[in-house]
């Protein structure tokens, strides 16, 4: 057995520290969470085999005194409340690997035998204590009773009990040593700190068991007595991994992932992982865990956001409202089938890879497909229509922007305010104009170029040099520099390096700054060399020019993409797809995200279909989520019959009927952000809600430019300005408008439908128009639109 497991692949342990059901989840237990589905994708897709933990603390007088306030027997509340906590989880596609309760029997009889293992050792007695008593914090506290908890400011209760002691002051040198040599790391350093003169300060010993409590694990031989909250819900990392049992695959799986590799918690818990848990392992004789990692708080309004303030962000809230923005997936297949993601895990995934079946779109890379613009056209708009995107893909696109935000903006290990206003600036700074933007420039001009190509060679797709443009003046060294493309292979290969680096470190936020100046250095490189100036030539030096530059940008976003996997799994499946690299998660599993090497894209790869990647977020957006929070305590006009039995036996405890109240996650919670993606328009024109006439955004636009386009009699390619952006349209207003008619006038134009392509150009938007049939489009404009605002939204 020794022999076998000293040749099996590297192991990697992680938890989070399993929740209190007294109420329900907000962004604070999904940043943990985040954090440590980030850590867990990113150490699959590197081969190490990982097991993720996550799950819910059940027991206690907290948990008891929250179910008789809801009038409900403790196991059905916990039962009610721990599935609150596994459904945000599935809903943002968690990879969690298991999800522990502590009401479970295979903890019961864990914990059971970790306290006989600690008794039988001699660091167990019994003793009577009388003393002030935290009932939030769950422990005994050194202060008068009737005064506050120095820890959390409750309000203390004496208590008097006989109680099993553990001797704690008997591992003060040896927990001080461990954290001394970092054979137990514990992060940030500031928090090692405060440990470690914690421990300093003296250990006294601890009480382990409570008789006036019923809510909880009996000590074994003792059923009056019950184990302290905290030695049970800490033996979870260990229960959950086969201790307590005899079952042979049960101790395989002990042997094989204990000890934990790395517990991430919230700093408030730091004491009880940091000092406890390693006492209570070296007592009986356990392994101790490696590395212990803290994250600060996430603060809302200036304090820490905790739901006994009841200043919490919903998690729904996010997925709801930015789940809006979920574009659409090209599909092959009509109905894609959907199957369960295997191990216990979010349906990423398989949601992806049903779709990643479908074939190359009619664009190669540097090859030949000889198909020409009209069928390239037939097809994108034929087999590979874009499907409204699902429910479930709307909340793990929303999940990603909610992994993003909290991982750049949050140094992670300090506190930091969480605003909703800020997510949707950085959304849009980011995401939008970062990497999407990236993306979709490139994968856009490569697709208009490259369609009909018949002779491109694949060979110019090895890095070749040429020179930057020596004529503009205003160009420095370093820009010329910047501007070849071996240098950006090299900046891309340092990046794995640095964005590496600082993933081990948890520092994300650094490792996403590396990823933005890459984003960067490859946004100045397009700009620098412009190739969408070199389009029209189809062959000799400029034709080769196009080529690599596209190329360099193309394998750029490959690398990029490849490091941004376990942070934005969603997104990067996507512009994986349309790499025509195919399924992101088989590539994980498979290596191809690890030691990623510029070149890796090879000539005449086929993207995939084309789809935009991040959508732009109106600031509106925003309002529209503090009133979804303000709402929460309001009835659910949508919520159906299900909501209302959830809730039924709850109602004497207001935060948890909404925590129980589960919507169906087909209808949305607020009408006026639902999906804003259009399904295919009707010719019978049915009785629309307000809603659907929501959905429809219409705008104020100024003509810019307007001009022909060859061989096209109707269609005239229009730039408009909305004030916040200029677009692409093309029109087919060829035959009753001349374009020097156009320029200038004020127009409405619909700005939220999908961009499609026509005649190799994209088009953003549409003009809105009066006509009879056959006859002249008029234009809608207004008497009086110079006193609009360009990009005014007409309702
Ligand atoms: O403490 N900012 O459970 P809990 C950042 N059951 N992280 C936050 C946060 C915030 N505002 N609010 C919550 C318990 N968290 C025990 C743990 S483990 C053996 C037992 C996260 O429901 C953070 O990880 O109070 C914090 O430690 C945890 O949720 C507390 O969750």
Redesign the pocket.
Known sequence: MHTAMSQSPPKFYLT?????V??R?????A??TIVADVIARRSRAQGVDTWFLTGT?EHGQKIERSALAAGVPPQQFTDQVSETFREPWRRMGITNDDFIRTTEPRHKQGVQKLFLAIKEAGYIDLQTYTGAYCVSDETFVDVEPGSPCPECGNITEVLSESNFYFKLSAFQDKVLALIESNELLIEPDTLRNEVLSFVRGGLKDLSISRTSIKWGIPVPGHPDHVIYV?LD??A??MTAVGYGSDAPEDLEKFNRYWPADLH??????AR??CIYWPAFLLAAGEKLPKKIA???????HDS????SKGN?VRIETILDAFGTLCPATPLLSPSPQVSSFAKGGGPASSLLSSRSEAKGSAVAFGISVGLQPHELATENEGALAPAPPTKAQQDLFASDVLRYFLLREVPYGQ?GNFSLEAMVTRYNADLVNGYGNLVSRTLTLASTQFHSDTVCPAEPWACQEFEANPEDEKTSVVEMQSGTASVIAEICNLANVDFDFYMRQTEFHLALTEIYSRISVVDGYLSWHKPWKLAKSTDGPDRKKLIEILYTAAESIRIITALLYPILPYATASVWRQLGLGDIEEAARTGQLKDLQWGGLKPGTRLGPLAPIFPRADKGLTAIMMQMEQDQNTPISHANAAHDAATSTLSEFPEMSLASATVPHEQSVVPSVESVVSTSPSDASPQITIDDFAKIELRVAQILVAERIPKADKLLRLEVDLGYEKRQILSGIAEWYTPEELVGRRIVVITNLAPRKMRGLESHGMLLAASTEGGKPHLATFADSAQLPLGSRLK
């Open positions: 989070t520290p399993i929740y209190y007294n109420a989840p907000h962004i604070g237990h940043y943990t603390d905290w819900a800490l979870n990392y991430l918690i919230g700093k408030e818990i009880f992982h803290a994250n600060g708080w996430l603060l809302f820490k956001m905790s739901k919490v506190d």
